[in-house]
Structures are given as C-alpha cells and as structure tokens.
C-alpha cells in the first residue's frame, strides 16, 4: 500500500531514486539482482596468436574480461553450452593487434618513453570490432566498443607486441563479476531526525556542526538563532550529536522504516535508468515462476 518511486537525481551514468511502501525483503533483492542477475556483454575467450610483453596471457585474459564492453544484451542470445565458435545471434569479436617501435623523429637526448616509442601504451581504444557472419547487416548503425577508451592494457618497448582475438559472450554477474552491470548499488533508509525541544543560540550552531552540510539550518527569529532540521536527507548517521551533553537529550535519530534511498552507479554498458527496467522485469519474472510453482503444486 502506498508504493512509490521517486527519481531524486539522474545523471549519464548514475541513478538516485526513492523506494516508498516495500519491505527490506524486496528491496534487498532488486539490489542483488542489479548485481548479480542483470545481463551484459563481457570478454571471455582471448586467443592469443602472439604475446612478446611482459604481461603473461591469462594476465592479459583477465584483464581484457574486466574492460566493460559497450554493448546491449539485449541484442543478444546466450551461447550454448560447449559451444567454441560462437554465432552472430550470440558473440562479439574484438581484434587487439598493435606493435611498439622507436620513433625516429624524437631527439637524442629525450628520456620520455611517449616521446622515445609508438604504441608503447596499449588502451582500450585499441580494440577493433570485427563483424561476426552477418553482424554489419544486423547492426548496421552499431557502435561496439569499449566503453572507455583510456583503460590502459600493457606497456611495449620497441619489438614487442601483441596480437590477440577476443569473443564477448552474454553473461550475468552471478557467474563472474566482469558481466555485473554496476559499479556499486546501493540503499540505505531515510533518516529521520526530531528536534525535542527549542534549541537556540550557541546549542544551535554546535548543534548544526555535529550533522553533514545541509542538515540542520540555523535560523534567526526575533533576534535569536535557532535550528531546524532543513534536510534529514543529508545525514550520515555519524551519532557525533551524542558526544555532547548539552544536545544528547535535545534531538532523536531514526529511519524511516520503508523508505529506502537506492544509488545505482552504471559501468557504462547500459544507463542506469535501464539497469533498473531490467531489474525490476527480472523481479517480476521471478514473482510469476514462484506463483507458477504455487499453482501447479496440488493442494491436500
């Protein structure tokens, strides 16, 4: 009774929003399913056809697997299990090939190892898409690639390099965490403060430099200072109001029971405003297969 949802703040890549009305039950399971059950595209084979850097393959693997790929899953099917091709309905390939050389052009004396070589960084932008089957006519205004441009892979010196092929597959985070959508999601309740009593003058400004900026308000009223409460929102729960016993007894910290405050911060593979559509379809999905379950069990 009573739910709702308020969007408090949105920005590209992260999504602040009120849950009001729900249990800590249900909302402690959409923040696991943002975690762990929300599909995405990630690296997971590498086959490495040359690797003369320092960075041994499986290092290289398992750091190409955490470069989070700009890609909707939703495009995509699973891949079936034991399958090592891969099809164009279910995989994404990606060609890392660069090679480190001295640059003629830099000055004898110079020390600048970006002055001395070429491509001795290897960045995520170095990563090509190379169309699968018939991809280019399945996307044709697709745009793969990783979702970050200046996520450093290795450094080269001269003669070195790296050759290698990468298969994104659909994957959810439950399974590894390269495929999680988010960087961090997270609630907490809303807290309430109460003022007991008046507080005015000096108690009120000790009183506004216990809490987080934004907190408590001091205002002045015929000539006196006194403190509101102008956003509990604000608060951090720091309890340092409790170290002085002039105020101790003046104020009463609570939350909100069924108000929940959720942070989602995207990695960027999809926006925030979408992990949390998909989140909550996944929520539903799992509602109707419990009730699904209910009704085919026969009742005594």
Not at 152 to 158: K, S, V, W
Not at 167 to 186: L, N
Not at 203 to 211: G, I, Y
Not at 247 to 274: C, M, Q, W
């Amino acid at each position: 009774q009573g739910f709702r949802v308020d969007v408090v703040r949105e920005e590209e890549d992260a999504l602040e929003f009120d849950m009001v009305g729900i249990d800590a039950a249900i909302a402690n399971a959409f923040r696991r399913i943002l975690l762990a059950e929300v599909p995405t595209m990630a690296v997971e084979k590498v086959f490495v056809y040359n690797n003369t850097s320092i960075v041994q393959d499986e290092i290289l693997a398992h750091r190409l697997g955490l470069i989070p790929i700009r890609a909707d899953p939703r495009l995509f099917e699973y891949r079936n299990q034991g399958d090592e091709e891969g099809t164009e309905i279910d995989t994404l390939q990606f060609q890392l090939k660069i090679k480190c050389s001295r640059n003629p052009q830099a000055a004898k004396e110079s020390s600048d190892p970006n002055e001395l070589y070429i491509n001795h960084k290897v960045y995520s932008k170095h990563m090509t898409w190379v169309p699968l089957g018939n991809q280019p006519d399945l996307f044709p205004d697709a745009d793969f690639r990783p979702v970050h441009d200046d996520i450093l892979i290795a450094q080269l010196r001269p003669g070195q390099e790296i050759d290698v092929l990468m298969h994104c597959v659909k994957g959810i985070g439950k399974d590894h965490a390269k495929f999680s959508p988010v960087a961090t999601a997270s609630y907490r309740l809303l807290p309430d403060i109460t003022l007991l009593q008046p507080v005015e003058d000096e108690a009120a400004e000790l009183l506004q430099k216990c809490f987080s900026p934004g907190v408590i308000e001091v205002q002045n009223i015929k000539g006196k200072k006194v403190a509101r409460v102008a956003n509990a929102r604000l608060d951090t729960f720091s309890r340092e109001v409790f170290r002085h016993e002039s105020l101790k007894n003046l104020v009463r910290l609570a939350r909100v029971r069924n108000h929940y405050i959720f942070s989602v911060e995207s990695t960027g593979i999809l926006p925030p405003d979408v992990l949390v559509s998909e989140a909550i379809k996944i929520l539903m999905g799992k509602c109707q297969r419990f009730l699904n379950e209910l009704d085919s069990v026969p009742m005594e």
